[in-house]
T-cell receptor, first 113, second 116 residues
Framework: NAGVMQNPRHLVRRRGQEARLRCSPMKGHSHVYWYRQLPEEGLKFMVYLQKENIIDESGMPKERFSAEFPKEGPSILRIQQVVRGDSAAYFC???????????FGPGTRLTVL | SQKIEQNSEALNIQEGKTATLTCNYTNYSPAYLQWYRQDPGRGPVFLLLIRENEKEKRKERLKVTFDTTLKQSLFHITASQPADSATYLCALDVGIFYNQGGKLIFGQGTELSVKP
């Protein structure tokens, strides 16, 4: 039973470029969450999505960040016009129902040069 | 706003001893609390979930307690091993207070080091 998968594992972008992070939830899970972990800081909630719907985006920065979870395919976290402050580890988690245990992926480490 | 605090200092113990980690929260009463383990460069791994009506929960060498009066959870690892060295995170779902849930807030984590 494959766990949560994220790709790429490492992503390097120059300032002003776009970053796309992908997340495939565990089989049978329809709830996806994105978290960000800045260097030397704790995990911070960004957004919660259920197939085709954004349920809670209270942790998303107002500009440049967006997320989607289409009917088919992985969830995508998109960061436009990246800045150095976006450098962090981005983790995706999934669950089969809510509220319930969330299972995390290995993360994508974004470095902005 | 909701706040979770964990031992900010690293915990160093000798192999075979019991490690006890603390998680304190303020401002609300969660329905459940979760503990995760995180190794450097890896994603958090779920360990245990304890509900508000459960005082204690065990899984192999792990034990979690949940005191809703003190607003505190304790996480114990008995007969600790060097392989238990990691950062341990506690998390609460605050989303259930305004929608169906899902928004976890995490403590800063406590770094545990078990020496042989």
């Amino acid at each position: 039973n494959a766990g949560v998968m994220q790709n790429p594992r490492h992503l390097v972008r120059r300032r002003g470029q776009e970053a796309r992070l992908r997340c495939s939830p565990m089989k049978g899970h329809s709830h996806v969450y994105w978290y960000r972990q800045l260097p030397e800081e704790g995990l911070k909630f960004m957004v919660y999505l259920q197939k085709e719907n954004i349920i809670d985006e209270s942790g998303m920065p107002k500009e440049r960040f967006s997320a989607e979870f289409p009917k088919e395919g992985p969830s995508i976290l998109r960061i436009q016009q990246v800045v150095r402050g976006d450098s962090a580890a981005y983790f995706c988690a999934s669950s089969s129902r809510v509220p319930d245990t969330q299972y995390f992926g290995p993360g994508t480490r974004l470095t902005v040069l | 706003s909701q706040k979770i605090e964990q031992n900010s200092e690293a915990l160093n113990i000798q192999e075979g001893k019991t490690a006890t980690l603390t998680c304190n929260y303020t401002n609300y009463s969660p329905a459940y609390l979760q503990w995760y383990r995180q190794d450097p460069g890896r994603g958090p791994v779920f360990l245990l979930l304890i509900r508000e009506n459960e005082k204690e929960k065990r899984k192999e060498r792990l034990k979690v307690t949940f005191d809703t009066t003190l607003k505190q959870s304790l996480f114990h690892i008995t007969a600790s091993q060097p392989a238990d060295s990691a950062t341990y995170l506690c998390a609460l779902d605050v989303g259930i207070f305004y929608n169906q849930g899902g928004k976890l807030i995490f403590g800063q984590g406590t770094e545990l080091s078990v020496k042989p």
